[in-house]
């Protein structure tokens, strides 16, 4: 299974988290079956009714091990610049793979299944685990949907089964990275001519919530508890985003929407911030709720796995990153690291590459890092 030939294969699926992954799901399956793995399919219906899977799979026995885990979804590729067939047809041009998901993570999955297959040769004498979920890129819903569903995932937990998500990271070994927290308040008013008595704007309400959302933002910009010199930036990047639905200016605003995300780092009180905003936005009559609360992911530094895991690589030490990974759903996996070839600096751009130097390296280096775990 040629890496290069995997990668262009996985490319040409048109796998945008807004439609269905369920055609390149069964490329990965049947590829898996074909190297001899349990294989175990879960699929969900997302909240627009598109069909959506994940698979799971094992190869040997007993406990142990180590697992593997990349995601099949893209992000759109409604703009691409470069000359040619468009974002679906890979193309190799000056030692670069270029396609939507060369980088993030089709590349990386082609990795993974290329060096499953050198193992799978090998007779392994504890269990290797390759896991691709959908749905990464917009919220990890089809890494939840494994945790609850698939009995292969409890196996791997059960047996202390150690991971790597590999995403994008030039091989490096990264030790933790940040959760994602999203929340929306949400004002009712009601649209009336602007020169009339009859209607109420919705954004009066929201000022004064909108003043403590403010108070917070410029609170974990300078408070030390609310930061984390191992990471680049050091804050929660506590964002906040605006909307009334479009009123014009001689109407009033009938609704009125707040969403606010922020990134906690590990030993950060998630909750407390959260809980201070929906206090707030009872006092001024909000609707408020909580989409999504992921904690970050972290594992120390200095442990026996990491530095296996450097050794490994070849890597001289881990780092953290700011970007979330489906890492933030696999709480169960206690020890875990993101390893994967390719630049994330190219993730999610227009014309998206990955060195094919990457591509080969990171086979050998997971090809060595399966061995280590399940081949003894």
Known sequence: ??????ACELIRFPSVSR????????????RLKELGCAVERCDYRDAAGVLKSSVVSKLGEGSGGIAFFGHTDVVPADVWFRDGPGPFEPTVEGGRLYGRGSCDMKGPVAAMLAAAGRVAKLDPKAPLYIVCTADEEIGYAGALDVVAKSKIYQEMVQGATRGVIAEPTRLGVVHGHKGTYGFRAVSHG?????????????????IPFLTEMKAIYDETETDPAWQDDTFDPPTLSWNIC???????????ARESVATVSFRPMPGQDADALVQRARRKAAACGLDFEVPFQFGPLYVDPESAFI?????????????????????????????????????????????????????????????RIMRHYCCG
């Open 190 to 206: 009601r649209a009336a001519h602007s020169s009339t008595r009859d209607g109420i704007n919705a954004n009066l309400a929201m």
């Open 1 to 6: 299974m040629d890496v290069l030939d995997l």
């Open 307 to 367: 530095r296996e895991m450097l050794r490994l690589t070849g890597a001289d030490r881990s780092r953290t990153v700011c970007y979330g990974t489906d890492g933030v759903v696999l709480q169960d996996i206690r020890e875990k690291v993101i390893v994967g070839p390719g630049d994330v600096a190219q993730a999610h751009t227009v014309d998206e590459w990955i060195a094919l130097e990457q591509l080969e390296r990171g086979t050998d280096v997971f090809t």
């Open 19 to 30: 439609d269905s992954n369920g055609p390149i799901t069964d490329f990965v399956q049947q």
């Open 242 to 252: 605006m909307g009334d639905g479009g009123s014009a200016l001689n109407v009033t």
